[in-house]
């Protein structure tokens, strides 16, 4: 696993960790292996610097099973990059790409789409106020007198791939006590950014995205956690991934057109998509907007940005997400949840796609549990070896 980083000082550094198993305890875990210096970090010298940091320890090319990163071009390029030069030296290394960077991808081609700008608004309330005591004293008296919760103000940063979605929420919270800081600011007629700021408030059309974006962003947000924790997900990607892109999906078009149709060729464009009271923006959307008393040509473009939203967010999870990969689909042989269901097929199809254990797998695939709770108990314990060491 591997990512570039920059020091306090000028110089960029080449984080490289490893994920290793550990026989004697049967368990995973991920060590910290060197930070070599590489100001260049172009794919040609990162590759030199990762593979320095094995040949100093004897670690042969064999011994590397998976490559992880972010998705940059240099990381990750079909020809010059780190991963295209990792293949000549072990032709046989997975390379998935980090879903969590993906499913983050797919949010900023969202956003990018609706052409709405919802983080600048959130960058520019919080520099507002985090270089100056004086404004956030000011702000507290409209917090209390709006009845709003004393909340910190979130940084948004796109780096951060769970921060959009919460600072969303959290500028919602404060809606009203905000919108009354900046319409009475001081500086609302000199300063062009508190004067957009306090204009992008008191606009009911961008309180309406910002309450569609806090509905339509929870699950991707939901599934970016789920993949982020510390236990062994990968034999549930596959599935959770065809899950999250449905759920998209069943915001935007009829779940008949979904259901029974292979995921990739459901049609979502233009003529298969509901009607614009039927679209998902979430209930507290829909209420506003019935209490806002909108015109009929904002409802109209708001919808339309819904549907620009949902288009390129689906967009983008079909041409990055590994859907068709093959060790995805032969994995589910570690998911303890699927034991009794693991044929001897399985078992050789994920042989084939990384350097397993092969009496492993043949002790899995043949165990008869039919022969009693004996046999079962068993099954789980190979089961449960096999969660640890995914």
């Known amino acids: 696993m591997c990512d570039e980083s920059n ?15 550990y026989e004697a305890t049967l368990q995973v875990a991920t060590r910290f292996l060197e930070m070599p210096t590489c100001n260049v970090g172009n794919a040609e010298n990162l590759y030199g610097k990762l593979s320095e940091a094995l040949r100093k320890r004897g670690i042969p090319w064999d011994n590397l099973i998976a490559f992880n990163s972010d998705n940059a071009s240099v990381m990750k390029g079909r020809h010059n990059s780190v991963i295209s030069r990792l293949k000549t030296s072990q032709p046989h290394i997975q390379d998935l790409g980090c879903i969590c960077h993906l499913v983050q991808l797919a949010t900023g ?11 600048d608004i959130l960058v520019g309330i919080y520099t507002h106020f985090d270089t100056s005591a004086k404004r956030c004293e000011v702000y507290k008296e409209f917090v209390d007198f709006t009845d709003s919760d004393h909340l910190k103000l979130l940084r948004y940063c796109s780096t951060r791939w769970l921060s959009l979605l919460t600072c969303i929420q959290r500028v919602l919270n404060q809606w009203d006590a905000l919108q009354a800081y900046f319409n009475s600011h001081e500086e609302v007629e000199r300063s062009v950014k508190v004067r957009d700021l306090a204009s992008h408030l008191r606009d009911p059309i961008m309180k309406t995205y910002f309450l569609f974006l806090s509905a339509a962003l929870k699950p991707l947000s939901e599934f ?3 993949f982020q924790s510390e236990g062994v997900q990968i034999h549930r990607l596959e599935e959770e991934m065809c899950r999250l892109i449905k759920r998209i999906l069943g915001y935007l078009i009829p779940a008949r057109a979904i259901v029974g149709v292979p995921l990739r060729e459901v049609e979502y464009g233009d003529g298969h998509q509901l009607a614009d009271e039927d679209l998902f923006i979430g209930a507290d959307t829909k209420a506003f907007m019935r209490s806002a008393e909108l015109p009929v040509s904002a409802e109209k473009k708001i919808f339309q940005t819904v549907r620009s939203f949902y288009e390129a967010v689906l967009k983008k999870m079909f041409s990055s997400f590994p859907l068709d990969h093959p060790l995805l689909r032969d994995l589910k042989v570690l998911d303890p949840a ?3 269901n693991i044929t001897p097929g399985t078992g050789y199809e994920c042989s084939q796609h ?3 254990n092969k ?7 043949h165990i008869d549990t039919s022969d009693g709770p004996e046999k079962v108990k068993m099954l789980d314990k190979y089961c449960n070896e096999a969660g640890g060491t995914a």
């Open 224 to 226: 970016n956690i789920a």
């Open 359 to 365: 009496e492993w797998l043949n002790e899995i695939v």
């Open 7 to 21: 020091n306090r000082k000028t110089d960029k550094e080449f984080v490289i960790l490893t994920r290793l198993y």
């Open 354 to 356: 990384v350097n397993v």
């Open 109 to 119: 081609c969202g956003i990018r789409a609706a052409q709405v700008p919802v983080e």
């Open 338 to 340: 699927a034991r009794l």
